[in-house]
């Protein structure tokens, strides 16, 4: 005989919105008492009036939380619950599974790499991997910068949807940084367009003088680009003449990255 599932509701703080707290409690019982469970036996579960568990399991199969039986009717875990599992797999990892990719990428290169992610309008180093060197940027593990002047910041935000691009425009003026520093927002939006159509961005002495950037994004098992690498080095060691072979190793590092989190090579696509 099954015993009754009792949801004990959010382990932090005491913050509740009760048809959240509902569905939650729903994916919960079947993936406990699965494999399979009825709307009525959810219902009986929960403590639930059938109508209200049946609404709850039609808008979690809507979004492919749940799947039905076409026979039984009976609930199962759907797709969904997988897909977002394996991006947060990928995500934990990304830092370790990137390590000998970025390594790679300075042997071939001779210039220092790194891996960022995109938060609110900023972007944080997570990964860096210095080259040998003697005139070399230090490490910026931990350190944030601007998305706008940025060779990473402009990577992610070339191929994330247009609401993240508007919440990052809308936070405020585009700060001019240098004498290189786009600050025309329709400009930018234009520079993003460009970054989509080639597959790379570049940081020309945008956020700092004498400092040149080339960076390409990192897509998770999803499509969705969740990450930039790049490397930096002095404009005077990258030139316009080496930009194209830089460019070219920078992408496919990327490309090995995302690979190695579980990216099959489906794009994300946003309008």
Known sequence: MKTEYKYSGPQKGNYHIQVL??????????????????????????????????????????NNFLQRDAVTGKCRLGPRLMQLGLVALSRLDLSHLSQPHLKRLVDEVE????????????????VNVQCRHPLRFPSTVGAKSPVHCTSQGKAILAFSPPEVVHAVLEHGPLKLFTRNTV?????????????????????????????????????????????????????????????????????????????????????????
Not at 111 to 126: K, M, N, P, R
């Open 111 to 126: 210039e220092t790499a790194h891996l960022g992610l995109l938060t609110d309008s900023e972007v944080i180093s997570i």
């Open 21 to 62: 707290d509902r569905a939650v409690e729903v994916l919960n019982a079947v993936a406990q008492e699965g494999p399979e469970l009825s709307v009525t036996e959810l219902a009986a579960q929960l403590r639930l009036r059938r109508s209200t568990a049946h609404r709850l399991v039609m808008v979690l199969e809507c």
């Open 183 to 271: 600050t025309s927002k329709a400009r930018f939006l234009e520079e993003l367009r460009e970054i989509r159509e080639q597959g790379y961005a570049i940081d020309d002495e945008e956020y700092e003088i004498g400092l040149r950037c080339i960076a390409a994004p990192v897509r998770d098992v999803s499509g969705e680009v969740i990450a930039a690498l790049s490397i930096a080095g002095p404009a005077f060691r990258m030139g316009d003449d080496r930009i194209e072979a830089l460019s070219a190793a920078v992408m496919h590092a990327a490309a090995r990255v995302s690979s190695s989190i579980g990216f099959s090579g489906r794009k994300k696509v946003h309008d």
